[in-house]
């Protein structure tokens, strides 16, 4: 029997809300780097979820190599 990976894809530029998110963070990281909605980033919100259905041992985490400052 397989197990299960997940993978989440965050990869993007964020560009559509980087008014936003400068206003935020103070600087131009995309918006999975962000606390928007509550205290934690939205990346960091995505891998809790993911957590419920996939070990976070299992999870992937796909993003960009112009954001790995971030």
Do not use: Y
Not at 40 to 68: F, I, Q, Y
């Amino acid at each position: 029997m397989s197990r299960p990976w997940g993978v989440i894809l965050a990869g993007g530029d964020g560009v559509r809300l980087r008014s936003m998110t400068r206003s935020i963070a103070g600087d131009d990281r995309p918006k999975q780097f962000c606390p928007l909605v509550s205290e934690e980033t939205l990346l960091t919100a995505t891998r809790r979820r993911a957590a419920l259905a996939v070990p976070a041992h299992r999870t992937l985490v796909v993003v960009n190599r112009a954001h790995e400052r971030f």
